[in-house]
């Protein structure tokens, strides 16, 4: 069983940075494909950004140039870097890993989730 936490949520004013990390438990992290989605209560999960084990990486057009996903498998660690931050941003960020194949967009593909990190956008 893998066990992913996330940490770096928090406060933000609008234009500021956060990087949320997500370790994983367990061997063989390399091989997981990896990623960040975020949900609000009005909204369903919404795919943010993924990373292969070929560090091929996705992001949600509407995000790209802001945040980016990036992964260090010596520490079984992916990050997600957001700059520019927007009040609509604000939102439970979850981090996912699953090994079998799938649309990476697809969040009913994935395998293992975080408890979520909580990230307010606010002035």
């Known amino acids: 069983q893998v066990q992913l936490v996330e940490s770096g949520g928090g406060s933000v004013q609008p234009g500021g940075s956060l990087r949320l990390s997500c370790t994983a438990s367990?061997?063989?992290?390399?091989?997981?494909?990896m990623a960040w989605f975020r949900q609000t209560p009005d909204k369903e999960r919404e795919f943010v950004s993924a990373?292969?084990?070929?560090?091929?990486?996705y992001t949600l057009a509407s995000l790209k140039g802001r945040f980016s996903i990036f992964r260090d498998n010596a520490k079984n660690t992916v990050y997600l870097q957001m700059n520019s931050l927007k009040p609509e941003d604000t939102a439970v960020y979850y981090c996912?890993?699953?090994?079998?194949?799938?649309?990476?967009?697809?969040?009913?593909?994935?395998?293992?989730w975080g408890q979520g990190t909580q990230v307010t956008v606010s002035s």
């Open positions: 996912a890993g699953r090994l079998n194949k799938g649309d990476y967009y697809d969040s009913t593909s994935y395998m293992y």
């Open positions: 367990g061997d063989n992290f390399r091989g997981y494909y």
């Open positions: 990373i292969a084990g070929s560090e091929s990486t």
